[in-house]
């Protein structure tokens, strides 16, 4: 699943991040969300989240819909 749409990505998910310094080469950040940062219900270029560890990137791929206990 994408991350373009806000509604398919809870707190607590396992997903892959762009990070802004790192759109041009595309390398992705696996990590679980802590915030979501995007107030829109989409957004073309990815949800903006803050995951655990505290990076800060756009959703490219949601890997686990299960919400961590």
Same mark, same amino acid.
């Given at each position: 699943?994408? =991350?373009? &749409?806000?509604?398919?990505?809870?707190?607590? !998910?396992?997903?892959?991040?762009?990070? %802004?310094?790192?759109?041009?080469? *595309?390398?992705?950040?696996? =990590?679980? &969300?802590?915030?979501?940062?995007?107030?829109? !219900?989409?957004?073309?270029?990815?949800? %903006?989240?803050?995951?655990?560890? *505290?990076?800060?990137?756009?959703?490219?791929?949601?890997?686990?819909?299960?919400?961590?206990?």
């Amino acid at each position: 699943m994408n =991350g373009t &749409v806000r509604s398919h990505i809870k707190v607590g !998910s396992r997903v892959l991040v762009v990070e %802004k310094q790192n759109q041009r080469t *595309g390398k992705l950040t696996e =990590g679980v &969300v802590k915030r979501l940062l995007t107030n829109s !219900s989409n957004h073309p270029r990815g949800i %903006k989240v803050m995951l655990e560890s *505290g990076i800060v990137g756009r959703v490219q791929q949601i890997c686990d819909d299960a919400v961590k206990q």
